[in-house]
């Protein structure tokens, strides 16, 4: 089966502005969830959505963040505006849900705001 | 979530077998054992899981103690690109109908010498 699909592969923004990120999942996957990877930590989970509703969005920064996923496929997730601490990789992963399950990661998005 | 430890790092000679341990001394009954790992500049990828039997598949062996407190990821005969980092993470069958997200920790990363 095709894997997770994110797209910029990079993108490098100056401080203030915006940018959006894309991610199309495995097909069938109902739940999807986008992670921030600093780098030399683990992942850390952002947004969970289950088919187009968010399930947990606790970790969010809100003020800046914000994602969508329209007709339970595809996702976005954007950043406006970003600051320089939003430097990291953006990962999207997918699954059927449940946990007997493994996770299907993209490669994700290094981000460098500059 | 209950936690996992792990060593920080690890080395391995090539084509021997790698031991890569998970402590969770506080795992309740209905948490699964899920192992990931992520190599440079790639996302997780989704390694083996169990609840309380040994499981094997291509990639790993999963060995889970008895009393489900530790488990050991065993990788047969290592070679140069199962150099990455490894985690070893808990997810709860009940919670959220078992949809709980995955949570990282630092993982164990592991190095390969030809």
């Known amino acids: 089966e095709a894997g997770v699909a994110q797209s910029p592969r990079y993108k490098i923004i100056e401080k203030r502005q915006s940018v959006a990120f894309w991610c199309n999942p495995i097909s069938g996957h109902a739940t999807l969830y986008w992670y921030q990877q600093i780098l030399g930590q683990g992942p850390k989970l952002l947004i969970q959505?289950?088919?187009?509703?968010?399930?947990?969005d606790s970790q969010l920064p809100k003020d800046r963040f914000s994602a969508e996923r329209l007709k339970g496929v595809d996702s976005t997730l954007k950043i406006q505006p970003a600051k320089l601490e939003d430097s990291a990789v953006y990962l999207c992963?997918?699954?059927?849900?449940?946990?007997?399950?493994?996770?299907?990661f993209g490669s994700g998005t290094r981000l460098t705001v500059v | 979530d209950a936690k996992t430890t792990q060593p920080n790092s690890m080395e391995s000679n090539e084509e021997e077998p790698v031991h890569l341990p998970c402590n969770h001394s506080t795992i309740s009954g209905t948490d699964y054992i899920h192992w990931y790992r992520q190599l440079p500049s790639q996302g997780p990828e989704y390694v083996i899981h169990g609840l309380t039997s040994n499981v094997n598949n291509r990639m790993a062996s999963l060995a889970i103690a008895e009393d489900r407190k530790s488990s050991t990821l065993i990788l047969h005969r290592a070679t140069l690109r199962d150099a990455a980092v490894y985690y070893c993470i808990l997810r709860d069958a009940l919670r959220n109908s078992g949809n709980t997200p995955l949570v990282f920790g630092k993982g164990t990363r592991l190095s390969v010498i030809a």
């Open positions: 959505f289950q088919n187009n509703g968010v399930v947990d």
């Open positions: 992963a997918s699954t059927r849900g449940g946990p007997r399950y493994g996770y299907t």
